[in-house]
């Protein structure tokens, strides 16, 4: 299978910026966005098993793999408007580094848009996604006005390159009891629950709005910019520790396991997407030698 590249944010073409956002803007048009918001609530409502404080999207192994099919389907879906199209990723640890993160190429008007209005209940008015044109949705699927975004709120900062490549540096994919508790593992780390909210779970609550409430954060198309990136963080954590294998592969909690089914799909488990390279994409300046102290694509 040929490999194709997901790019940077920062190194897309301006006639890539637009064919992404009019793809995004059609499957909202004709309602197939809609349904990823509702995968997302329904799995991250679906305990594993009943009465766990895991479900089958997050405080679980299945984090990563669960998200990378979700990307899969959507970067599919865009394809079907326009074949040329890969899914992008937000490098937000790069934009942590600059004096105002609120002014990174992402947020710029012919991409993202920018903030939320603090006058106007955070309410995003510039950029593609205003209006009657991006209507958000809430978990029960009912119409709940347009997109927030609140950046930094609470003085809430970025998370660092020093902190991606610190769970880099974790050789273990997860560890028992393989829920927000697990220590010194890959997983949880990068999902960022130990003394959190780090890493993945910090990103959403900088941007805030919908982002920030999980169940329904896909209503901000920058979700998929960010998971994009924590994809590429897995796939770069892969190809550092290639025989470390996912966990648990057996006898976890069921909807967890290797060769489980991921809700909502059920044809799909994690073993069916643990291998990137197989599933036809590669990330841009991913390429990186197998030394934890050596990630030259996070300072490109």
């Known amino acids: 299978m040929n490999e194709r590249v997901r790019k940077s944010v ?22 197939k966005y809609n349904k990823y918001i509702a995968w997302h609530a329904s799995a991250g409502g679906f305990q594993t098993p009943q009465g766990a404080d895991r479900t089958a999207a997050h405080m679980c192994p299945a984090f990563l793999p669960w998200h990378r099919e979700f990307l899969l389907r959507f970067e599919r879906d865009l394809q079907s408007v326009n074949p040329s199209i890969m899914l992008p990723y937000w490098d937000w640890a790069r934009d942590a580094m600059l004096r105002d993160p609120s002014q990174a190429p992402i947020w710029q008007p012919d991409f993202m848009g920018g903030n939320g209005n603090p006058r106007n209940d955070n309410l995003v008015e510039d950029g593609p996604f205003i209006g009657n044109r991006w209507i958000t949705i809430d978990e029960e699927g009912r119409p709940a006005g347009g997109l927030r975004r609140d950046f930094g709120q609470d003085g809430l900062r970025l998370p660092t390159e020093t902190q991606v490549r610190n769970a880099l540096t974790i050789p273990v994919y997860d560890r028992p009891p393989y829920n927000m508790d697990s220590r010194n593992s890959f997983r949880n780390t990068l999902e960022g629950f130990p003394d959190g909210p780090q890493l993945h779970n910090l990103v959403h609550l900088w941007v805030g709005g919908q982002m920030g409430f999980v169940p329904i954060a896909p209503n901000d198309p920058v979700f998929f910019l960010h998971h994009a990136n924590v994809d590429r963080i897995w796939a770069m954590w892969q190809d550092l520790y290639p025989t470390s294998p996912y966990l648990p592969q057996e006898n976890g909690p069921y909807g967890q396991n290797y060769h489980d ?40």
């Open 10 to 31: 920062n190194s897309l073409t301006a006639s890539e910026k637009n064919d992404f956002v009019n793809a995004v803007l059609t499957l909202k048009a004709e309602g």
């Open 261 to 300: 089914p991921m809700y909502p799909w059920n044809a799909q488990t994690p073993s069916d997407v643990n291998n990137y390279r197989a599933l036809g994409y590669v990330y841009e300046a991913s390429s990186i030698s197998n030394s934890p102290k050596k990630t030259s694509s996070l300072s490109r």
